[in-house]
């Protein structure tokens, strides 16, 4: 025994005198950038085969945009990687507004742009880290990344020969939200960099709520273009106080999530706010403007279930704050714009049998079972949701009313099972981490309520809604032990 460790220590020796270790190093990062740098060529060509028809001009600067922020991400994953979070938090929700400031400068609309590419691509940059901590990866979250790289195979498998490319956006759609779940289970980011990234989170959804309010009171044209040329009907008439608020974000659902989510971290901890009390109040008045009443609902279950696993302190602390913000709503909304059309859609709670959109949704699950019960193998990624979009195809369901039966109708019984069993996992123990666990695994439990609850209404595994949720539930997985090397 002690002949080998000589031995080995003669062979470290003679690297260090021929500089073979940095070598070894500096061959594995050239490695990674020659990885990172060929799927952007890659990348590149496959985008520009897409984009060859239309304003070539147009598809120029949109691939420009996307090559940039994609080298910009490689730098930060290299160099900066405790920022690579808040960069791609950033690019998730400036992207859509970007498109529409694009779209309305060429007075040119298109069903896929480039543009709605650009924070799928740079979220997959965060394959690298997760490749180079891969071993911290917890035997639990370890088995998730199985089922779902099964489930996402099989999918695939199933769609892509009849939806073609829109299986692809579809598979980009389930695997980016997983990704970053994956991610910051394996980061070894100290507490102070986790803490940084939900101020970001609220300060961006205070610039949302800015915004959108903004939007709401004045409409700019570049937003009226796009909603007329959507033909976004279901969010009301393209005029000032007449529609329902989006912001910078693709439609009201997407935002109603994004600002409830951040409404719950800034109201559970002051050293997550942004803005103190006035961002609170921004965020929530442009959350109501949203009209989205599932939004509303997630940020009251996000609340509860911080509530029931937090320390005596913040339930205090809680209990105040959601009497203040109970008082405000009373005193401040009948004197705000758009009270009328907030306080009716309030008063729709307590009478929903009445309510013509709950009973649509109603009609539509019955109808879905009984396609499920009928097709229990699936109909693969590409069949329903954005993707669907994207299919010529007339077999596929593009609104989907119904997160539970989406799984199901996308990956068929079986493996719909085993998604759900991993939500329901991820809501287990952020219930049983947080007994001990008091800074991240409470938020982490109310994250994964949140998502078990708002699969009632749609797919919130996919897309932005899914990093957000997804993201947030991943704060309860910390490293051990953990490593303060990204403060």
Same mark, same amino acid.
């Given at each position: 025994?002690?002949?080998?460790?000589?031995?080995?220590?003669?062979?470290e020796n003679m690297e260090r005198l021929f500089g073979l270790g940095a070598f070894k190093s500096r061959l594995g990062r050239w490695a990674e950038m020659v990885l990172i740098l060929a799927g952007i060529v890659i990348l590149g060509v496959m985008v520009g085969l897409a984009s060859?028809?239309?304003?070539?001009?147009?598809?120029?600067?949109?691939?420009?945009?996307?090559?940039? $922020?994609?080298?910009?991400?490689?730098?930060?994953?290299?160099?900066?990687?405790?920022?690579?979070?808040?960069?791609?938090?950033?690019?998730?929700?400036?992207?859509?507004?970007?498109?529409?400031?694009?779209?309305?400068?060429?007075?040119?609309?298109?069903?896929?742009?480039?543009?709605?590419?650009?924070?799928?691509?740079?979220?997959?940059?965060?394959?690298?880290?997760?490749?180079?901590?891969?071993?911290?990866?917890?035997?639990?979250?370890?088995?998730?990344?199985?089922?779902?790289?099964?489930?996402?195979?099989?999918?695939?498998?199933?769609?892509?020969?009849?939806?073609?490319?829109?299986?692809?956006?579809?598979?980009?759609?389930?695997?980016?939200?997983?990704?970053?779940?994956?991610?910051?289970?394996?980061?070894?980011?100290?507490?102070?960099?986790?803490?940084?990234?939900?101020?970001?989170? $609220?300060?961006?959804?205070?610039?949302?709520?800015?915004?959108?309010?903004?939007?709401?009171?004045?409409?700019?044209?570049?937003?009226?273009?796009?909603?007329?040329?959507?033909?976004?009907?279901?969010?009301?008439?393209?005029?000032?106080?007449?529609?329902?608020?989006?912001?910078?974000?693709?439609?009201?659902?997407?935002?109603?999530?994004?600002?409830?989510?951040?409404?719950?971290?800034?109201?559970?901890?002051?050293?997550?706010?942004?803005?103190?009390?006035?961002?609170?109040?921004?965020?929530?008045?442009?959350?109501?403007?949203?009209?989205?009443?599932?939004?509303?609902?997630?940020?009251?279950?996000?609340?509860?279930?911080?509530?029931?696993?937090?320390?005596?302190?913040?339930?205090l602390q809680l209990l105040l704050l959601g009497a203040l913000i109970v008082m405000a709503y009373q005193l401040l909304l009948p004197l705000l714009p758009g009270a009328g059309e907030v306080s009716s859609r309030m008063e729709t709670f307590g009478s929903l049998d009445e309510d013509?959109?709950?009973?649509?949704?109603?009609?539509f699950s019955t109808h879905i079972m009984s396609m499920v019960m009928g097709n229990p193998v699936g109909m693969g990624l590409g069949s329903s949701g954005l993707g669907a979009k994207l299919a010529q195809s007339d077999n596929v369901v593009k609104v989907f009313d119904n997160g539970?039966?989406?799984?199901?109708?996308?990956?068929?019984?079986?493996?719909?099972?085993?998604?759900?069993?991993?939500?329901?996992?991820?809501?287990?123990?952020?219930?049983?981490?947080?007994?001990?666990?008091?800074?991240? $695994?409470?938020?982490?439990?109310?994250?994964?309520?949140?998502?078990?609850?708002?699969?009632?209404?749609?797919?919130?595994?996919?897309?932005?809604?899914?990093?957000?949720?997804?993201?947030?539930?991943?704060?309860?997985?910390?490293?051990?032990?953990?490593?303060?090397?990204?403060?």
């Amino acid at each position: 025994m002690a002949r080998l460790k000589r031995q080995m220590g003669r062979m470290e020796n003679m690297e260090r005198l021929f500089g073979l270790g940095a070598f070894k190093s500096r061959l594995g990062r050239w490695a990674e950038m020659v990885l990172i740098l060929a799927g952007i060529v890659i990348l590149g060509v496959m985008v520009g085969l897409a984009s060859s028809i239309g304003s070539l001009h147009m598809r120029m600067l949109e691939f420009t945009l996307l090559l940039l $922020s994609m080298l910009m991400a490689l730098y930060l994953c290299l160099n900066r990687p405790h920022m690579l979070i808040s960069y791609t938090l950033l690019l998730w929700v400036i992207s859509p507004e970007i498109r529409r400031l694009l779209d309305w400068s060429f007075q040119s609309y298109t069903d896929l742009s480039i543009i709605i590419l650009i924070p799928y691509c740079v979220s997959l940059v965060m394959i690298v880290p997760v490749a180079k901590h891969i071993k911290r990866l917890d035997p639990k979250i370890s088995l998730v990344l199985k089922i779902l790289c099964a489930a996402l195979a099989y999918g695939f498998c199933l769609g892509f020969l009849k939806y073609g490319f829109s299986s692809v956006y579809d598979l980009l759609n389930y695997t980016v939200p997983f990704l970053v779940m994956i991610y910051v289970s394996v980061t070894p980011f100290s507490s102070e960099v986790r803490d940084r990234w939900l101020k970001w989170f $609220s300060f961006l959804a205070v610039i949302v709520g800015a915004y959108g309010i903004y939007q709401y009171l004045a409409l700019p044209p570049w937003d009226e273009f796009w909603m007329i040329s959507s033909e976004m009907n279901s969010i009301g008439q393209p005029e000032p106080q007449k529609f329902r608020l989006f912001s910078l974000l693709n439609s009201p659902g997407p935002a109603g999530v994004f600002l409830a989510a951040a409404l719950a971290l800034m109201t559970v901890q002051r050293k997550w706010r942004a803005f103190g009390m006035v961002g609170i109040l921004i965020v929530a008045f442009a959350l109501l403007l949203t009209l989205v009443r599932v939004g509303w609902i997630a940020y009251v279950i996000m609340i509860a279930a911080y509530f029931l696993r937090s320390q005596l302190k913040s339930k205090l602390q809680l209990l105040l704050l959601g009497a203040l913000i109970v008082m405000a709503y009373q005193l401040l909304l009948p004197l705000l714009p758009g009270a009328g059309e907030v306080s009716s859609r309030m008063e729709t709670f307590g009478s929903l049998d009445e309510d013509h959109s709950f009973n649509e949704r109603l009609v539509f699950s019955t109808h879905i079972m009984s396609m499920v019960m009928g097709n229990p193998v699936g109909m693969g990624l590409g069949s329903s949701g954005l993707g669907a979009k994207l299919a010529q195809s007339d077999n596929v369901v593009k609104v989907f009313d119904n997160g539970y039966l989406n799984l199901f109708y996308t990956f068929g019984l079986p493996f719909g099972l085993a998604l759900i069993s991993v939500v329901i996992f991820l809501f287990i123990h952020g219930f049983k981490a947080s007994k001990s666990e008091k800074k991240f $695994s409470p938020i982490s439990f109310a994250g994964s309520s949140a998502l078990l609850f708002l699969l009632l209404g749609s797919n919130v595994l996919l897309g932005f809604s899914g990093f957000i949720l997804l993201w947030i539930t991943a704060l309860g997985f910390i490293p051990k032990p953990e490593i303060q090397d990204g403060g």
